[in-house]
């Protein structure tokens, strides 16, 4: 089967440490997302990447950092400078851009980090 | 950057009443999209609209993209409780190439 894996679902931490959040897919696609979610809230993005090894800041990029050293993997490190980094965060990868636009993106299950 | 609003941020129905959400720019759009969130779950795409005017529709769920392209609606049909979700639209951001997500509009249904 192909897809997007997350891992892990669910994740606890203590403030004060950094934390890395895996993304694996095996669809073959050259772009990468990350994605943070609150309660109630929309999806901001953290960071993306188009290809391998180069990657760019997405609206909300303080406080977290990536990799992109393999097509499948994009992993996210939430780091002690994050304020608040206690959310939802969600994976997600597409083809790329279109001549009009966007491919579909296609989104992993998520983690649900929680830090206190 | 780019923003997009969608209204209204919930909405409640009775089982079997219509719903529709709406997508709306300040600028021309290329393309839209739209997906779905199940409570608990992960967003999961559900069309692409590229033409002016596009109407598309997947049984009880119709997808319009408006005349000038600034706009767009998914409206469905006759709800049922497996359409409780959240429902997001997203746009091209054009040369940052990543999608602008709408604050999405929560839809529950009551049997």
């Not at chain 1, 997350?6 to 073959?28: A, I």
């Not at chain 1, 990447?49 to 990536?66: L, R």
Request: charged share 15%; aromatic share 12%; hydrophobic share 30%.
């Amino acid at each position: 089967d192909g897809g997007i894996t997350q891992s892990p679902k669910y994740l606890f931490r203590k403030e004060g440490q950094n934390v890395t959040l895996s993304c694996e897919q095996n669809l073959n696609h050259d772009a990468m997302y990350w994605y943070r979610q609150d309660p109630g809230q929309g999806l901001r993005l953290i960071y993306y990447s188009q290809i391998v090894n180069d990657f760019q800041k997405g609206d909300i990029a303080e406080g977290y950092s990536v990799s992109r050293e393999k097509k499948e993997s994009f992993p996210l490190t939430v780091t002690s400078a994050q304020k608040n980094p206690t959310a939802f965060y969600l994976c997600a990868s597409n083809k790329g851009t279109t001549f009009s636009g966007s491919y579909e993106q296609y989104f992993g299950p998520g983690t649900r980090l929680t830090v206190t | 950057g780019q923003q997009v609003m969608q209204i209204p941020q919930y909405q409640h129905v009775q089982e079997g009443e219509d719903f529709t959400t709406y997508c709306n720019s300040s600028t021309t759009l290329s393309n839209i999209q739209w997906y779905k969130q199940r409570p608990g779950g992960h967003p999961v795409f559900l069309i692409q609209l590229v033409k002016s005017g596009e109407v598309k529709k997947q049984k009880r769920l119709t997808f319009q993209f408006g005349e000038a392209k600034k706009n767009s609606s998914l409206h469905i049909t006759a709800t049922q409780t497996t359409d409780v979700g959240t429902y997001f639209c997203a746009v091209y951001g054009g040369a940052t190439n990543k999608l602008i997500f709408g604050t999405g509009t929560l839809l529950a249904v009551q049997p």
